[in-house]
């Protein structure tokens, strides 16, 4: 079994992971249904999402979804389009002027394959997407 993460499930890291999860759903629930022009609602939420200020000239349109967002690092002038999905266990970066469609999905995690393993285990790899990319 190979990847860059492996967290048992039945573990304090796990179980501290799924409150982070849980706590992050909640904010992006708030964040979603909130007017589209109330900016600084917006910029609220995302900062506890993300634990920290979105980077200068970041668009992102909700709805907005992540499971983990510590893990989600946006350089600057990065657009996400409506309806982005980004599970980021292990990990995204958005490099500079990077343009996200809707309805992308960027998914850093898994289990094992093997049937024996996959309750056991998440595995997780990172992804790095280069600058003046458009997915």
């Known amino acids: 079994m190979s990847s860059d993460r492996l967290m048992r499930i ?3 890291e796990f179980q501290a992971m799924a409150e982070r ?6 904010l992006t629930s708030r964040l979603n249904a909130l007017p589209f022009e109330d900016e600084a609602g917006k910029a ?3 900062e506890q999402i993300l634990g920290k200020p979105l980077p200068p000239r970041v668009t ?7 499971d983990h967002g510590l893990h989600l690092d946006l350089a600057e002038r990065v657009f996400i389009n409506q309806n982005c999905t980004f599970l980021d266990y292990a990990g995204i970066r958005l490099g500079e002027r990077v343009m996200v469609g809707p309805k992308v999905t960027f998914i850093t995690s898994g289990h094992p394959v093997d049937p024996g393993e996959r309750r056991l285990y998440l595995t ?8 003046n990319v458009w997915i």
């Open 60 to 66: 992102i349109y909700p709805p907005f979804y992540t």
């Open 10 to 12: 039945h573990s304090e």
């Open 21 to 26: 999860v849980l706590r992050v759903s909640g």
């Open 44 to 46: 609220d939420l995302f």
């Open 124 to 131: 997780g790899a990172p992804i790095d997407v280069a600058e």
